[in-house]
């Protein structure tokens, strides 16, 4: 990502997060308040519902309480409801209707001890009906008030009822008055709150609530249907009009996204201005930098500026002259190092042709010394070790004459390679050889018998007291198109840790007092350079066996 581009985005995040938390905080911290002054509002509206029902309700018991006071001392009533009297029989049947005029009552029905009712101010022809399950639900309640739909001549109206009871002439009646609980204008609470009381399985009284509207509060109250005989909770219902506030937000909103939009191009111009003048001599400074070379260092990085871009320019260019002056002593610290190098690995490499002939001479002179007369066959027989090994260093001495380590490739027999190596080891020390058929690989001769020798050597130095023994084993494996020959060099000698595994290829490596440390990294290096590979294994106080895969050389081409 480019500077400019971090710049503005920096300057993005600084600016318009701050601008977006304000937002959200005042848009909360409205919502809240206004969430909090209609919360005030439906609660003293509900005071005032409960208030009004509890006013009602006192208004209907004090009612009733006035018609037992006067039904108690009235003889026609007496007469007509406890001695039957025909004559009063008309008062009877207009005394519930009268009363309940008198008292400012909407409904009045009284009854006798059975429930049947003998006077109905409501509705007149209610009389003998049996209705004993109105007055027995009033009882049951604390209050003995609740909501009833009662019966009248024309549509049935909603009272808020209660109940009382008198005793004349040693019987028991049951009155049950009551006031119109609709319409419910007087519960309104402005044009926003409205009240409307739901029964379950009845239509609704009062203002029906629209998408606009929210319940916030509902007051439980009981129910009685006088014409069904059903009696559920029902529930007066105030919905709050949340339209202006929804509208409120909206604006907010609106004009918050306003303001953001000119924030965010008011940023953004001002950003990229300021990335520019930023940006720019940074860019000049790279493309300057970017054509640095270590076999070019003449980049000039000149500016006048005061400022940290100028400091910049200023430590870039004595950069450059200490890279100059330190490219030049690397350079030839490298061709020190290089020379140095090459004379280790000739010093190794000789020493690795000398040691077969001095193996040689150490014979001859041992023969010398015990058995003079086998002198003659003895050199006779040696003398094709110390031929091999003579060549093996010209050629090895032609090589490092071309500074190169790779010779011709040709058709190389491994067995005989091994067989020279075996006939060849210094020491004390036994080496066999299990040489399987057809081993043959397409290689440098001297490079294959530096593999085999290196490998070798290091076998021999294993062995402990020089006891223990060395086999060299060579297979061709036939699984696939071409075959494969792997050579394996084993021994039993002290074997190696983990960590001796992990660096005995690296250069310069070694657990010897004596070692050079560069056998093994030749090794590998020359099997590379044959397209082959090499792995290790190793138990530490067993032996150590290497194992080496070269790409064999297909039957038919070594048929020619």
């Not at 339209?243 to 008011?266: P, T």
Request: net charge neutral; proline share 3%; charged share 25%.
């Amino acid at each position: 990502m480019k500077l400019r581009t971090q710049l503005l985005i920096a300057f993005l995040i600084g600016s318009l997060v701050p601008l977006v938390g304000l937002g959200i905080v005042v848009r909360h911290e409205m919502t809240a308040r206004l969430t909090a002054q209609e919360q005030a509002r439906v609660d003293a509206l509900v005071k005032v519902i409960q208030d009004d029902v509890a006013r009602e309700t006192d208004h209907v018991h004090a009612s009733l309480a006035q018609i037992r006071d006067a039904a108690s001392s009235d003889n026609r009533f007496r007469r007509a409801a406890v001695d039957g009297a025909e004559s009063e029989r008309r008062f009877l049947l207009d005394y519930a209707g009268n009363a309940m005029r008198l008292a400012g009552l909407d409904m009045l029905q009284i009854q006798d001890a059975s429930g049947r009712i003998v006077s109905s101010g409501h509705f007149r022809n209610d009389y003998d009906r049996l209705e004993p399950e109105l007055p027995r639900f009033l009882g049951a309640l604390p209050d003995h008030s609740a909501l009833v739909r009662a019966r009248t001549p024309g549509e049935p109206i909603l009272v808020l009822a209660a109940a009382d009871s008198l005793v004349v002439g040693g019987k028991r009646f049951s009155m049950v008055g009551g006031v119109e609980a609709s319409p419910l204008h007087t519960f309104t609470g402005g044009n926003s709150l409205q009240v409307s009381l739901l029964i379950p399985g009845e239509p609704g009284v009062g203002p029906d609530s629209t998408s606009a509207r929210a319940i916030v509060d509902a007051i439980a109250v009981p129910y009685f249907n006088a014409e069904t005989k059903t009696y559920r909770m029902g529930a007066f219902r105030i919905t709050n009009d949340l339209s202006g506030i929804a509208a409120l937000r909206r604006n907010v909103d609106r004009w918050f996204v306003i303001a953001l939009a000119v924030s965010a191009l008011v940023v953004v111009l001002l950003a990229s201005w300021l990335a520019s003048r930023v940006s720019r001599p940074v860019v000049e400074l790279a493309d300057q930098a970017a054509r640095i070379d270590l076999d070019k260092l003449n980049v000039v990085f000149d500016t006048g500026r005061t400022d940290e871009v100028g400091t910049l320019a200023k430590a870039l260019a004595a950069m450059t002259s200490r890279l100059r002056d330190s490219t030049f002593r690397l350079k030839d610290a490298e061709r020190r190092a290089t020379m140095g190098d090459l004379a280790r690995q000739v010093n190794h490499d000789i020493k690795n042709g000398l040691t077969p002939i001095r193996n040689v001479f150490r014979h001859i002179v041992q023969h010398v010394d015990d058995e003079p007369a086998q002198l003659r066959e003895v050199v006779r027989e040696r003398s094709a070790t110390v031929e091999e090994s003579i060549g093996y260093l010209e050629n090895l001495a032609s090589n490092y004459a071309r500074l190169s380590q790779r010779g011709a490739r040709e058709r190389c027999d491994l067995n005989e390679v091994a067989r020279q190596v075996a006939a060849g080891a210094r020491g004390a020390a036994r080496v066999e050889t299990s040489l399987g058929e057809g081993a043959f690989v397409e290689a440098d001769p001297v490079s294959l018998r530096r593999i085999v020798e290196n490998l070798v050597d290091n076998a021999v130095d294993s062995l402990r007291n020089g006891s223990g023994k060395v086999t060299i084993e060579t297979q061709v494996v036939r699984d696939g198109v071409k075959p494969r020959v792997q050579l394996a060099v084993t021994d039993t000698g002290a074997g190696m840790t983990l960590a001796q595994r992990a660096h005995i290829f690296d250069d310069f490596y070694t657990t010897k007092p004596d070692g050079s440390g560069l056998g093994l990294s030749i090794v590998r290096r020359l099997v590379m350079d044959l397209n082959g590979s090499i792995t290790v294994d190793s138990v530490e106080g067993e032996g150590t066996q290497f194992l080496i895969e070269f790409p064999g050389i297909a039957p038919a081409k070594a048929e020619r």
